[in-house]
């Protein structure tokens, strides 16, 4: 990975190899509870699988572990990734969620999510088979063919999921997530999904 990079205008981070496929991202001037996403950039194809296995207080600022795998055999390996960090004490743009789920083989309320408007219902997730979730975001309505989500998987297993679709009515957002393991097969993962109005 890179020796250095910007975050967002919130200053300068570092990104570190520990070992083959396995990342440390350590970020000062990012504070604040608040989960990450990856969007895994190759090399090749299939595209490798990248997860985050831990965000902690680095003090000052947060630390972001996170490991790759192989699409094709499952093995650790190295990957470029791009990373998306949401911060409870960050601004966030109107019409923004972001959820962290918290169990992998329940429907459950995650306790780590952010909104733009932190008064808001929280968003659910129910889990409708192995591997296949629905995740409901009270009260986000989009402007006409507006809206951008984001999922990725979390963890420490090779996982990926995807966003298998989302639908809109007057009164909620609710999104459709497929996970993975690396030989295709439905899994229950962790993931992380972000949601703007965009």
């Not at 990012?30 to 296995?53: D, K, R």
């Not at 004490?89 to 309320?109: K, Q």
Request: charged share 10%.
């Amino acid at each position: 990975g890179p020796a250095a990079t910007i975050w967002a205008s919130r200053g300068s981070v570092s990104v570190t190899r520990t070992s083959k496929g396995n990342y440390t991202i350590l970020a000062p001037s990012v504070t604040g509870t608040g989960n990450s996403q990856l969007v895994v950039l190759g090399p090749g194809a299939p595209v490798p699988l990248c997860s985050v296995t831990s965000t902690s207080n680095a003090n000052p600022g947060t630390k972001i572990k996170v490991r790759c795998w192989s699409a094709v055999t499952g093995s650790v390996a190295d990957a470029g990734f791009s990373l998306i960090f949401t911060s409870i004490r960050g601004s966030m743009p109107g019409g923004t969620y972001a959820v962290l789920t918290t169990n992998r083989t329940r429907s459950h309320t995650p306790i780590n999510q952010f909104r733009s408007d932190p008064l808001a219902t929280p968003a659910t997730v129910t889990r409708l088979a192995k591997g296949a979730y629905r995740v409901s975001l009270p009260g986000v309505v989009f402007s006409s063919n507006g809206g951008v989500l984001f999922v990725s998987a979390a963890g420490s297993s090779p996982r990926y999921c995807n966003l298998a679709g989302w639908t809109t009515d007057a009164l909620n957002v609710i999104a459709r997530v497929d996970c993975f393991s690396a030989s295709g097969k439905f899994a229950d993962s962790l993931f992380t999904l972000t949601a703007t109005e965009g």
